[in-house]
């Protein structure tokens, strides 16, 4: 393929991406599930327009960690830390964090006695991590439609699903050469220790200097700095990511970090603001560029025998049962009452499948019998799930939703172009969703 071939490819190709976005907002189908049959669909092209020599791991990999980057500052940016919203906080955490552990331990279980080969249960753990992981980069955008605690639940959970899963999963690939239980947490311990004292100091510093900059070019300045330092902590095993969301959090909130008379003067209101501004600009375009890429390139590696793969459907219905299975008891310890529909909101998606091109290149945690097959029918299914979940939540007709905007018969009293009957359910459940179990 040539150079302009690949670059009309491309273009075409984060085109289509937003076109998917307008379709994702008007039906709550997950553009994901349109990205993935893009890439699967771009397999069958003739053969002098075959793009397999330019997604190849290696340049996943480092795509990979600066998405991974990206993705962290962009949930950080979204935590807007206020003593009002502790109790919410606080077990949106428990549930991200409870969840998380729960579903490894409860799908590491069953590819262990399952899928053949897998004779190691740390590999499985390995394996089980990513797909325990919500997708903030699809909740997110999904739940706009929600309104009251029930959106901030869901965009605090995701976000902290995001970051504790990462960080789980790193932990876990740089303790396998540790021994014993005592020397693991001995090395987490310590990690997480000067981890945060670092993070700490540079989230301080890089926001005080940051707003002192006078360039119109510093945005990608900053992001450069951060991804030094995210660099630099993993040459010297630390993680790193903390770095990046102890940024996020400090940007985002100011008025908490700096209190008091003396730091009070370190930071200037009016400058973080359009500064503020500018991230969620950049970091909001990044993310949909790489979640574009990444779900094409995705789609391009999977093989349709693994789709019709009735052991792939066995495992993969097995892992969404633990997922759900799971949620639903987390919730209802920690929510207690209505927790819907939240339960059905939990897609896999972009950190799943980047940690798993993670563990491709880490061949001791390879599991041959693995297939991928697996992580698409865990993505398709549970976005599917969420997809049905929204819409009948705000009292739409499913069938008719995915049907697109054909003509129906409305009854329209007010005339204000809205279906009266329609109104009235919509209206109920908005006022439901301002009830709070969190205060």
């Not at 994702?24 to 993935?36: D, F, G, Q, Y």
């Not at 990513?130 to 955008?141: G, N, R, Y």
């Not at 900059?213 to 510093?218: D, I, N, Y």
Request: glycine residues 6%; aromatic residues 12%.
């Amino acid at each position: 393929m040539d150079t302009y071939t690949l670059i009309i490819g491309i273009s075409l190709v984060i085109i289509i991406s937003f076109f998917f976005n307008i379709f994702a907002k008007k039906t709550n189908i997950p553009s994901v599930l349109m990205l993935i049959a893009l890439g699967v669909l771009i397999q069958f092209l003739p053969e002098k327009y075959n793009a397999d020599i330019y997604a190849n791991l290696s340049t996943l990999e480092i795509i990979g960690n600066v998405g991974l980057v990206m993705i962290v500052l962009e949930a950080a940016l979204d935590l807007k830390l206020s003593s009002d919203k502790k109790g919410l906080i606080i077990n949106s955490f428990l549930v991200a964090l409870i969840a998380l552990v729960a579903s490894s331990f409860a799908i590491a279980t069953i590819i262990y006695f399952v899928i053949p080969g897998a004779d190691s249960y740390y590999n499985c753990m390995i394996y089980a991590i990513p797909l325990s992981i919500m997708s903030s980069a699809i909740i997110i955008p999904s739940v706009g439609g929600l309104t009251g605690v029930k959106k901030e639940f869901m965009v605090y959970e995701s976000t902290f699903s995001d970051i504790l899963g990462i960080m789980f999963f790193y932990f876990m690939i740089e303790s396998n050469e540790k021994e014993g239980f005592v020397e693991v947490v001995s090395y987490v311990g310590i990690n997480i220790a000067v981890t945060l004292v670092v993070s700490i100091i540079l989230a301080y510093g890089l926001v005080f200097i940051f707003q002192r900059l006078t360039s119109q070019v510093k945005l990608f300045l900053v992001i450069s700095v951060l991804m030094l330092m995210y660099a630099l902590g993993k040459t010297f095993h630390l993680s790193s990511l903390l770095i990046i969301l102890a940024f996020g959090l400090v940007l985002n909130n100011t008025k908490i970090f700096f209190r008091g008379e003396r730091l009070s003067k370190w930071v200037n209101e009016e400058k973080v603001k359009p500064i503020m501004h500018d991230f969620h600009i950049l970091t909001l375009e990044s993310a949909f560029v790489i979640r574009t890429f990444f779900f094409v390139i995705f789609g391009m590696f999977i093989t349709i025998n693994s789709i019709l793969d009735p052991n792939v459907a066995i495992v993969s219905l097995g892992v969404i049962a633990s997922l759900y299975l799971v949620r639903y008891i987390v919730l209802k310890a920690v929510v207690k009452r209505d927790i819907k529909p939240q339960l059905y909101i939990a897609p896999r998606g972009l950190i799943t499948i980047l940690l798993f091109f993670v563990i491709s290149g880490h061949s001791e945690f390879t599991i041959e019998k693995f297939d991928a097959g697996i992580l698409l029918f865990v993505i398709l299914i549970s976005s599917i799930i969420m997809t049905v979940a929204l819409i009948t939540y705000r009292g739409e007709n499913v069938r008719k939703v995915l049907l697109g905007q054909l003509p129906k018969i409305k009854v329209d009293k007010n005339n204000d172009g809205k279906d009266d009957d329609q109104e009235k359910i919509i209206e109920h459940n908005v006022e439901e969703q301002d009830f709070n179990p969190f205060s």
